[in-house]
């Protein structure tokens, strides 16, 4: 630690700061409080760089990827329908891409207003979307004219 006062031409080193980082990896969401409380009970004091990740995302991924295709199939058959045919052989299918959430962060201090001395951590699960968007085309066969 350095102290920068606007008198001096360099900093003048004053002490020192020691930082340890640990990794905790909880996979039950209702055990997360706890283990924030134990670690501050054991003198931590800021916990940091929390993230929410979902243990299924790629099946979820691929889940959201089928549906999509799915619903881009029923949407080209309406239109087909509507303008008076009918869908044949599929031409090409791409993915536009599929949007997952970033890993949520947040920080927890132990000297933090909002933590009440003896109170236990409350996590409240969110939702993790994932979202999918494709792009199909399929051959275009005409009905009967009239």
Do not use: H
Not at 37 to 57: R, V
């Amino acid at each position: 630690m350095y102290d920068y006062s606007s008198n001096r031409q360099s900093p003048e080193p004053i002490g020192f700061s020691a930082n340890t980082m640990i990794r905790a990896e909880v996979r039950r969401l209702e055990r997360l409080g706890k283990v924030i409380d134990a670690a501050i009970g054991a003198g931590t004091t800021g916990i940091s760089g929390i993230q929410y990740f979902a243990s299924n995302a790629e099946e979820a991924r691929r889940s959201a990827m089928s549906q999509a295709v799915r619903e881009a199939r029923t949407d080209a058959d309406v239109l087909a329908r509507a303008a008076g045919g009918s869908l044949g052989r599929l031409i090409t299918l791409n993915s536009g891409g599929v949007s997952q959430p970033f890993p949520r962060d947040f920080n927890v201090l132990a000297s933090a207003p909002v933590r009440v001395a003896g109170a236990p951590t409350n996590i409240a699960p969110g939702e993790l979307n994932i979202t999918a968007m494709v792009s199909g085309r399929w051959q275009f066969i005409p009905g009967p004219t009239r």
